[in-house]
């Protein structure tokens, strides 16, 4: 049985590892960061810039076999282990932005990528997987590859649901063409990985699009503004969309991928605690 988006098994190689990866209960809100946008990208010292921002985690990268911190190797995911139990923070998800470059809708490598990611969450107590969908693996206007896409997913969601892992699709689509492709694989594994700032850029009106997606079909949030402003000073209602996540029962995790319009450490700061007064903990 899948679990709730945004908790977490909290077991990995055999030990547990309890809320190191993710919050048991989830009756508020988690602030993360994207790891690639740190610099610390698919290495475990994005920990260390967590705690110095007070984050309470981060999505970490999950590629190609053969990374430096490869994720399917166990030595490397205890080594994230350590890295949360000495800042107190955690593993929120597994981000497949590789799958931009090397498309998802096309390569056939990309099918035992994703199999193996649903191993690797369900082995470090995750339970979301972000399949990305931009540069080279972008869905829009594209029939041929989102059949392609649909067929990939059908194959791979029986083993998701069985794991309790989520995988959730971040594109340039519409709610409604995210839904479509969610009612043709037609298993509950298969979500939406909702970036306010990627669809409020493609003219989407974000606050009824996730109304309309719902907790059913929303696994967890990108908080982005592509303004090049602070959050707050953007284009992004971020009050509003604390509403919409109200009406739709939303609790979990959000992670900052915005601009940095002063500086990494002085931008997310400013951020963190513009989102943490928006979206407060329980």
């Known amino acids: 049985m899948l679990r709730t988006a945004g908790t977490a098994i909290g077991l990995g190689a055999g030990l547990a590892l309890g809320p190191l990866w993710g919050d048991e209960g989830q009756r508020g809100f988690k602030i993360g960061v994207c790891d690639w946008m740190t610099g610390k990208g698919g290495d475990p010292a994005v920990m260390d810039f967590c705690a110095e921002l007070r984050l309470d985690g981060a999505m970490i990268s999950f590629g190609a076999p053969g990374d430096k911190f490869d994720?399917?190797?166990?030595?490397?995911?205890?080594?994230?282990a350590a890295a949360c139990r000495k800042n107190n923070t955690a593993v929120a998800s597994l981000g497949m932005g590789v799958?931009?470059?090397v498309p998802y809708k096309s390569d056939?490598?990309?099918?035992?990528?994703?199999?193996?990611?649903?191993?690797?969450?369900a082995a470090m107590g995750t339970n979301v997987v972000l399949l990305a969908f931009f540069g080279k693996d972008d869905l829009k206007n594209d029939a041929a590859g989102t059949a392609e896409v649909v067929r990939r997913l059908k194959r791979v969601a029986p083993k998701a649901e069985k794991a309790g892992v989520y995988l959730g699709i971040e594109s340039w689509l519409s709610a409604d063409e995210h839904l479509r492709i969610i009612e043709s694989v037609g298993s509950p594994a298969v979500k939406v990985y909702y970036d306010v700032g990627n669809s409020f850029k493609m003219g989407y009106d974000i606050y009824k699009e996730i109304r309309r997606l719902g907790?059913?079909?929303i696994c967890e949030f990108h908080a982005k503004d592509y303004s090049g402003k602070l959050f707050g000073q953007g284009e992004i209602d971020f009050w509003e969309v604390r509403r919409a996540m109200d009406e739709i029962g939303y609790r979990g995790w959000?992670?900052?991928e915005g601009p940095q319009p002063f500086g990494l450490v002085r931008s997310y700061r400013h951020d963190r605690n513009f989102l943490k007064a928006v979206f407060p903990p329980a």
Not at 108 to 121: L, N, Y
């Open 108 to 121: 056939p490598r990309t099918e035992e990528w994703v199999s193996d990611s649903i191993d690797v969450s």
């Open 254 to 256: 959000l992670q900052l």
């Open 71 to 80: 994720l399917r190797k166990a030595e490397n995911r205890q080594l994230y």
């Open 99 to 101: 799958l931009n470059n």
């Open 215 to 217: 907790t059913k079909n």
